[in-house]
């Protein structure tokens, strides 16, 4: 086999592997925050159809983001990206599935809104280890491990914010659905800069993360557990179901 065929050979298997440990986060998280919902699973085919869109959210993503990058990283990074991002992802979930029938509880609200942040992650997350590895610099592995752990899962939990704002917005009476998206959308705008802060923070950025990556998986989780309270389907929900007076569990 002649040198060129072995080295084109080889950087093909080194894609795919890059591909496979790339989307396969992304993929174990969709799994994992579908599995929360217990009473009434959402069809295979709905989370595909997020997770693909989320994807195509990247597009647009692309186009907006980079020209604040050449005024200063600082504002793109920290200001522009976590704005754009969580709109783009919001607009997926608001204009397509949540005017479905099978959106017919709060935790749905979750489930699709990680569906799509996933979807949107990992292609993040293939374009940044292909970057990586076209640099050459070494840092693949730990660039790989590293966003699988905080970047990908990071992107469901910042957008279960306003999943789950939208989840009970949706059987909140009218004057109310506004002030739940917004204050939704806010939370997770806000989550999502305050990580790229500490990822741009220098040498304090692993205690940062240490404090602020636990605290937001304790706040998903409350989320997901009171969205599974007020849900329809739960046998132990006395209330009639997510648009009686029970908003008083939002905070």
Known sequence: MRTGDRTEKQAIVDAVIILVLSLTPGLFWTWYFFK???FEPEPLRLIRDCFILGMVAVIP???VEPPFEKISTLFSVVMVAPIVEELLKFAVVRFTVFRKAEFDEPIDGIVYASAVALGFAS???VLYVLDQYN?????VATVTILRALLSVPGHALWSSMWGFALGFAKFA???RRSRLIRTGLLMAIGMHALFNLLCLSGPIWPLGLLLFVPLTWMIAHRRI???LLASPHNQRNERKGPSADGFHHID
């Open 36 to 38: 929360k919902d217990k």
């Open 61 to 63: 993503a692309a186009i």
């Open 123 to 125: 292609l993040e997350n």
């Open 135 to 139: 640099r050459g610099t070494g840092n």
């Open 173 to 175: 009476p009218p004057r």
């Open 225 to 227: 557990e009171q969205a």
